[in-house]
C-alpha cells in the first residue's frame, strides 16, 4: 500500500541553524510532492510545491529537493527561528489524481 | 477574497448520534476535499467533490456521507458516530484539481464522541 514516512521524533535545533526535515515514500509516483505547516489545533497552510521533473525549489529560507529515485524529499529551513517551530506535513499527489495524501507530519522545535 | 471557513469550530457528540459539518470554500475554488486528523498524525483523505459531484473517495465506510452545493459549499454528514471518529475535520478547497494545485485549508471542526 502506499505510505509516506515522515520522521516522528521531533526535531529540535538553535536558533540560526538549518533544519532538515526528511520524507520518504512507498508504492507511489507522485507527480507533484508539497510541504505544509501546520500549528497546533490549526489547519496546514501550504509552503511550497516541486514537481518530479524537477530538483530543487526555494523560497526565501526554505528549500526543498525531490529524489524520484530515491524516492525521497528533503526540506530545510535555513537561518531557523522559533517562529519556525510548527508541524511539517509532506504532501504527494499523482497526475490527474484526485486526492492529496499526507505524511504524518515531523514535529520542529526552534529553541531562542 | 474570503479564505475556507468551517462550522462549528468544536462539538461533543455521544456514540450513535449523527453530525453535520460545514465548509465554505474560497472565492472562485470549485474543488472541496474532506480530510480526517486523529491526534498526531496526518490528514487523511476522506472524499473529494468537484462541480457538486463526488470525485473521489478514501478508505471510509459509507456512513460517512458528503454534499457540494451550486455555490461550491459543502457538507460532510457521519451517521452512527464511533468513538473512533474523534478527530479534527479538515475541509480544504483548491482551484485546480490533479494538477498539484494548493490546498487552502479551514481551520477543522474539532469532533469529540463521547
Known amino acids: ?112 | 477574497e474570503t479564505g475556507v471557513t468551517q462550522s462549528p469550530t468544536h462539538l461533543i457528540k455521544t456514540r450513535g448520534q449523527q453530525v453535520t459539518l460545514r465548509c465554505s470554500s474560497q472565492s472562485g475554488h470549485n474543488t472541496v476535499s474532506w480530510y480526517q486528523q486523529a491526534l498526531g498524525q496526518g490528514p487523511q483523505f476522506i472524499f473529494q467533490y468537484y462541480r457538486e459531484e463526488e470525485n473521489g473517495r478514501g478508505n471510509f465506510p459509507p456512513r460517512f456521507s458528503g454534499l457540494q452545493f451550486p455555490n461550491y459549499s459543502s457538507e460532510l454528514n457521519v451517521n452512527a458516530l464511533e468513538l473512533d471518529d474523534s478527530a479534527l475535520y479538515l475541509c480544504a478547497s483548491s482551484l485546480v484539481m490533479g494538477d498539484g494545485g494548493e490546498l487552502f485549508f479551514g481551520e477543522g471542526s474539532r469532533l469529540t464522541v463521547l
Not at chain 1, 514537481?51 to 525531490?66: I, M, W, Y
Not at chain 1, 524516492?71 to 497526475?95: G, N, R, V, W
Open chain 1, 1 to 112: 500500500s502506499q505510505k509516506i514516512e515522515q520522521n516522528s521524533e521531533a526535531l529540535n535545533i538553535q536558533e540560526g541553524k538549518t533544519a532538515t526535515l526528511t520524507c520518504n515514500y512507498t508504492n507511489y509516483s507522485p507527480a507533484y510532492l508539497q510541504w505544509y505547516r501546520q500549528d497546533p489545533g490549526r489547519g496546514p497552510v501550504f509552503l511550497l510545491l516541486i514537481r518530479e521533473n524537477e530538483k530543487e525549489k526555494r523560497k526565501e529560507r526554505l528549500k526543498v529537493t525531490f529524489d524520484t529515485t530515491l524516492k525521497q524529499s528533503l526540506f530545510h529551513i535555513t537561518a531557523s527561528q522559533p517562529a519556525d517551530s510548527a508541524t511539517y506535513l509532506c504532501a504527494l499527489e499523482k497526475t490527474g489524481g484526485f486526492k492529496t495524501i499526507f505524511g504524518a507530519g515531523t514535529r520542529l522545535f526552534v529553541k531562542a
